[in-house]
């Protein structure tokens, strides 16, 4: 059986890292790991979207809409907007952040309301405030490994498998800052 992750937010939020540092946790498990990446306009604040795909045999990088096991969303809006990809009994892992786009930004366009709500009405969705909680460790760029955090216990493996993961995959100067912040996202769990 093939699990399927979905790893979507905005250009600077550590999307492509997360992706890695599932694939690699996936693929030191023994898994055959896909990854798929689509950058866009991720320099200038635009949607990036990954994909992490593994099982005992993976064919493709890409999972069909309805398909994603879980969805980790790094802000409010790009988990509406790449909801439809998670499957019936799937897990949207939002982290409780507003970041308006361009559209927005020059009044084109009015950012949504309640979209949290709105998704809790059709699937099972969990939040966090993953960039306050960055912020009080004193890094903000350690906002995904926050998030990465607190959705892994939906991924799956166990505490050590990521810590150990993080450690290789991180800039060296920032391990024990990742390290904690995923933990820190991990226990908010309990």
């Known amino acids: 059986m093939t699990k399927n992750i979905m790893i979507v937010g905005v250009g600077g939020q550590g999307t492509l890292l997360?992706?890695?540092?599932?694939?690699?946790?996936?693929?030191?498990?023994?898994?055959?790991?896909?990854?798929?990446?689509?950058?866009?306009?991720?320099?200038?604040?635009?949607?990036?979207?990954?994909?992490?795909?593994?099982?005992?045999?993976?064919?493709?990088?890409?999972?069909?809409?309805?398909q994603a096991d879980v969805i980790i969303a790094f802000e409010r809006?790009?988990?509406?907007?790449?909801?439809?990809?998670?499957?019936?009994?799937?897990?949207?892992?939002?982290?409780?952040c507003k970041i308006e786009p361009m559209t927005v930004v020059i009044g084109a366009k009015e950012y949504p309301k309640g979209i949290l709500e709105d998704l809790k009405k059709e699937h099972t969705l969990y939040s966090i405030d993953g960039q306050k909680i960055a912020i009080e460790?004193?890094?903000?760029?350690?906002?995904?490994?926050?998030?990465?955090?607190?959705?892994?216990?939906?991924?799956?493996?166990?505490?050590?498998?990521?810590?150990?993961?993080?450690?290789?995959?991180?800039?060296q100067k920032t391990i024990e800052i990742n390290k904690k912040a995923f933990e820190y996202g991990y226990d908010a769990q309990k």
């Open 18 to 66: 997360t992706s890695r540092i599932i694939g690699k946790t996936a693929l030191e498990a023994g898994y055959d790991v896909k990854i798929s990446e689509v950058h866009g306009m991720a320099q200038r604040g635009g949607s990036v979207v990954t994909f992490v795909r593994y099982g005992e045999r993976v064919c493709e990088p890409v999972c069909e809409e309805g």
């Open 77 to 96: 809006l790009e988990a509406q907007r790449y909801a439809h990809f998670l499957k019936k009994d799937g897990v949207l892992v939002v982290n409780d």
């Open 137 to 171: 460790l004193g890094n903000s760029k350690v906002l995904n490994s926050v998030v990465l955090g607190f959705a892994a216990p939906y991924i799956g493996f166990d505490k050590a498998a990521w810590l150990s993961v993080v450690e290789k995959t991180v800039p």
